[in-house]
């Protein structure tokens, strides 16, 4: 599931809440735990190789 936030909008107590402060921001979540997060200068890149260490731990099972 994808999901954009608004923080700047009606959303910013649920930012202050999950600790964004500063913008952008890009968390990534599994299995109901964020395990990584990316905040003002990243590339996207980073975000994919990210992405890959989840599905590929479930691969070697």
Not at 26 to 54: I, K, M, N, T, Y
């Amino acid at each position: 599931m994808t999901a954009y936030i608004d923080c700047q909008e009606a959303a910013s107590p649920l930012c202050a809440a999950q600790g964004i402060f500063s913008l952008p921001v890009v968390q990534l979540w599994f299995e109901g735990q964020r395990f990584a997060e990316f905040a003002r200068v990243f590339s996207v890149g980073d975000v994919r190789s990210a992405l890959e260490r989840p599905y590929g731990l479930m691969t070697q099972k």
